[in-house]
Each structure stands twice: as structure tokens, then as C-alpha cells.
């Protein structure tokens, strides 16, 4: 820069200010791009974890109708086995 003049001085920091001033605006632009994806990720993460909640619930809804059904299913059973000795050995085996 030694041998540029004023003028070419001037125009090259001229320079200098306008490719910064581009490139604040493009960071500007990155920056509300990856803020309106966060905001749209946070809003699909709460969705998800609603329907993760309702899904753990009916889990548990079927888990335990499972178990109300398996001790009416061993109640039949042990009704059975007294009605009919014959079906208690078949069921042993």
C-alpha cells in the first residue's frame, strides 16, 4: 500500500467496507434463517414428546388390560381344572 496513492487508498478501503457490509448482511440473513429453524425444531420436539406422552400412556393402558385379561384367562383355567380333572393333566403337559 505504500506506493498507492490517496485516492487509490480511499477506493480500497472503500472496498474493504462494502465487502463487510455484504458480509454482515449475510450473517444477518444466516442468523434469522437458523433462528426460524429453531423455532419450527422446538415447536416438532414439543409435538413429539405430546405424542411420546400419549403413546407411554397407552402402553400402560395395554399393558395392564394384558394382565387383567391373562388373570381372567388363569382364572377360566383353574375353574376348568376342577370341573374336569382330565383338562388339568392336559394342561400340565
Do not use: W
Not at 46 to 71: N, Y
Amino acid at each position: 500500500m505504500a506506493g498507492l496513492s490517496g485516492m487509490e487508498k480511499f477506493s480500497h478501503l472503500e472496498d474493504k467496507i462494502y465487502l463487510t457490509i455484504e458480509f454482515a448482511k449475510k450473517m444477518r440473513e444466516e442468523k434469522e434463517r437458523v433462528e426460524r429453524e429453531m423455532t419450527s425444531l422446538r415447536h416438532e420436539v414439543g409435538s413429539l414428546l405430546t405424542e411420546k406422552s400419549r403413546l407411554e400412556e397407552k402402553v400402560e393402558d395395554l399393558l395392564s388390560e394384558r394382565d387383567a385379561i391373562q388373570l381372567k384367562v388363569e382364572a377360566m383355567l383353574d375353574a376348568i381344572t376342577i370341573i374336569e380333572p382330565d383338562a388339568a393333566e392336559a394342561l400340565r403337559r
